[in-house]
């Protein structure tokens, strides 16, 4: 049973710092790592992907993986109250469906 | 190039009827696949399709069932509802199977009664 843990929060950071938000899967097998952001009563709406070991940023957003450890995290440099949702990590295995954690809720105070 | 669109948007039925939800993927996308939001669970995975076939199926019951079109458009249809199948029903999109990145459509919120 593939397995992808996030804890659910609320993690609740100011305005202007670095919010940190994990993620562990169990399959050693999984090659794909997502992070979503999902606002209250929307849909989940992607933010970035990474394939490979090491950080990848994009904009206020890095991505890190470590598949040795088999965790994958998610910095926001700078949050902003805007920020505040649901944040999702998604894992996938080949062609195998995409795996999603339940998601930590971030609250950014202003 | 538009989203992934979802229809209808909010549905209301009750205990026993029967539901069909469509979504009409970003276009040049072949894969389909279909989630299950509620508050407790999560998101789970109902089924994929790809080139009209169903390539992966989540732990649902028989109840739960889709299609997909030669255009890439899918259906799912959930019988005899129960009152556990209110959720926010979403489908995601990606040019093909496998790693490729998914995007999601707005959901349908379906309350049974």
């Known amino acids: 049973q593939k397995e992808v843990e996030q804890n659910s929060g609320p993690l609740s950071v100011p305005e202007g710092a670095i919010a940190s938000l994990n993620c562990t899967y169990s399959d050693r097998g999984s090659q794909s790592f997502f992070w979503y952001r999902q606002y209250s009563g929307k849909s989940p709406e992607l933010i970035m992907f990474i394939y490979s070991n090491g950080d990848k940023e994009d904009g206020r957003f890095t991505a890190q993986l470590n598949k040795a450890s088999q965790y994958v995290s998610l910095l926001i440099r700078d949050s902003q109250p805007s920020d505040s949702a649901t944040y999702l990590c998604a894992v996938n295995v080949g062609n195998t469906p995409l795996v999603f954690g339940k998601g930590t809720r971030l609250s950014v105070i202003a | 190039k538009a989203g992934v669109t979802q229809t209808p948007r909010y549905l209301i039925k009750t205990r026993g009827q029967q539901v069909t939800l469509s979504c009409s993927p970003i276009s040049g996308h072949r894969s389909v696949s279909w989630y299950q939001q509620t508050p407790g669970q999560g998101l789970q995975f109902l089924f994929e399709?790809?080139?009209?076939?169903?390539?992966n199926k989540g732990n649902f019951p028989g109840r739960f069932s889709g299609r997909q079109f030669s255009n890439s458009r899918s259906e799912m249809n959930v019988s005899t509802l129960e009152l556990g199948d209110s959720a926010l029903y979403l489908c995601?999109?990606?040019?093909?199977?496998?790693?490729?990145?998914?995007?999601f459509g707005p959901g349908t919120r379906l309350l049974v009664l």
């Open positions: 995601a999109s990606s040019l093909l199977q496998g790693r490729e990145t998914q995007y």
């Open positions: 399709y790809f080139s009209e076939t169903q390539r």
